[in-house]
């Protein structure tokens, strides 16, 4: 298992169950982040590579449920364990809602935190999707890297966004309307054109000036992504 399969990160604010849980893990193999606050939380888990998060409902500036559904959003899809401390079905409904994988329930036993842990990891590598490559441009999902003409390229999160959603749908014609809900939301009541602006900053990243880009445009339709 590569370094990033054995990184989790732990985003709880109760410092001494953060460090339980930091401790527990560690003596399992694996290296641990922790952060004590949502936002900082959303940061480390958007822009690192981990096998896991461990996710506290209840945190200071931002609560778990913002930090899951915009991780979604952004294309985070890292495995990801809801921690709450109340009884019911409520948070579990809304954690679902929002894309938790999982949720324990404080207090827990140190043996069902591992098992849930180790449970998560199994079901993510069975279900671990593949990289996507349209000629001379490749992306994996779960690593979130991209290399395009044998170089690596750094994408902001909805540049990444844009890019797997057009290469998932890679030979079809792909209509402007269809990128903005999927990409940017339903709920996006901005200028549509921010579409058109956004295949611009991935041309210019993806593309050599002598070479034709993967992302053509339809006309009439919006665009289409292909090979030569």
Known sequence: MSDDRRRILV?????????????LLGDEGFAVDQRHDGESGYLAALH??????V???????????SVCLD?????????????TAKDGELDEVEGLEVGADDFLHKP????????????????????????LVVGPVMLDPVTRKVVAHGRHVTLTPREFALLEYMMNHAEGSIA??????????SAFD???????????????KIDLPDQPSIIRTVRGVGYSVREG
Do not use: C
């Not at 690192?48 to 998060?53: F, H, K, L, P, S």
């Open 55 to 65: 996710l506290d409902i209840m945190l200071p500036k931002r609560n778990g449920f």
């Open 108 to 131: 827990f036993e140190r043996s069902i935190l591992l098992a849930r842990v180790h449970a998560l990891l199994r079901r993510h590598d069975r279900e671990r999707p593949q990289p």
């Open 176 to 185: 402007k309307s269809d990128i903005l809900e999927s990409v940017w939301g």
């Open 190 to 204: 901005g200028d549509p054109n921010i579409v058109e602006v956004y295949i611009g900053y991935l041309r210019r």
């Open 48 to 53: 690192g590579e981990y096998a896991v998060i």
């Open 11 to 23: 985003i709880e604010d109760d410092l001494d169950l953060a460090q339980a849980v930091a401790d």
């Open 71 to 83: 991780l979604r959003h952004a294309g985070v899809h890292t495995p990801l364990l809801m921690l």
